[in-house]
């Protein structure tokens, strides 16, 4: 029973379209994230939602939407896809930081942009 | 700003022998908490341990252990008795306790364990 999945797995797009990646928790967590992990292996936070509410938005172009129908889902939308784009896009999900538990990942999507 | 420092892009290690992550960082938060993820070529992020900042006793798991030294503003992984399987990529990554949700990770550090 996965705890954090993610589709697609893989996803291999033209320069110029608009895809979205979805990610759902079945641990009854209430906060997930966004992370792109680069061509370098650098992972970075995106996003971070709260039972459904934004809380961080790391400086991330206004190509990139997410959405967080309830709070085990949270998707990600990315218009007019761009070369830069090609990553690793981890979701995640994490209890309440107070309990000091790790967050858990995802498998990942690889994306990449021709 | 927190950050995160892994100055070893990459380490070798002989099967059987124990190998040193090294991992220092940067906060001005009393309370926040240090993670080792690994990352094996097929991709996934696994955790494999967790240290607080108050606590008293370093964090171990099985073969790994983490030596916290808070004056120092480090917490090196210590995975003992190195296995084929241990090669991978680790992270090393804190998250602030009190407030932002988010990880914050090093570079990383690509290990090779060797027959």
């Known amino acids: 029973d996965t705890a954090v999945s993610q589709t697609p797995k893989y996803l291999v797009t033209q320069m110029g379209n608009d895809k979205s990646i979805k990610c759902e928790q079945n641990?009854?967590?209430?906060?997930m994230y966004w992370y792109k992990q680069d061509s370098k292996k650098f992972l970075k936070i995106m996003f971070s939602?709260?039972?459904?509410?934004?809380?961080i938005n790391e400086t991330v172009p206004n190509r990139f939407s997410p959405k967080s129908p309830d709070k085990a889902h949270l998707n990600l939308h990315i218009n007019s896809l761009e070369l830069g784009d090609s990553a690793v896009y981890f979701c995640?999900?994490?209890?309440?930081?107070?309990?000091?538990?790790?967050?858990?990942f995802g498998p990942g999507t690889r994306l990449l942009v021709l | 700003a927190q950050k995160i420092t892994q100055t070893q892009p990459g380490m070798f290690v002989q099967e059987k022998e124990a190998v040193t992550l090294d991992c220092t960082y940067d906060?001005?938060?009393?309370?926040?908490?240090l993670f080792w993820y690994k990352q094996p070529s097929s991709g996934e992020m696994i955790f494999l341990i967790y240290?607080?900042?108050?606590?008293?006793q370093n964090a171990t798991e099985g073969r790994y252990s983490l030596n916290f030294q808070k004056a120092r503003k480090s917490a090196n992984l210590v995975i003992s008795a190195s296995q084929l399987g241990d090669s991978a990529m680790y992270f090393c990554?804190?998250?602030?306790?009190?407030?932002?949700?988010?990880?914050?990770f090093g570079k990383g550090t690509k290990l090779t364990v060797n027959p």
């Open positions: 240290q607080g900042s108050y606590d008293e």
């Open positions: 641990l009854g967590h209430d906060t």
């Open positions: 939602y709260n039972n459904k509410e934004l809380i």
């Open positions: 990554a804190m998250r602030d306790q009190g407030g932002s949700e988010k990880l914050v």
């Open positions: 995640a999900s994490s209890p309440p930081t107070s309990k000091g538990e790790t967050q858990y």
């Open positions: 906060t001005s938060d009393q309370s926040y908490g």
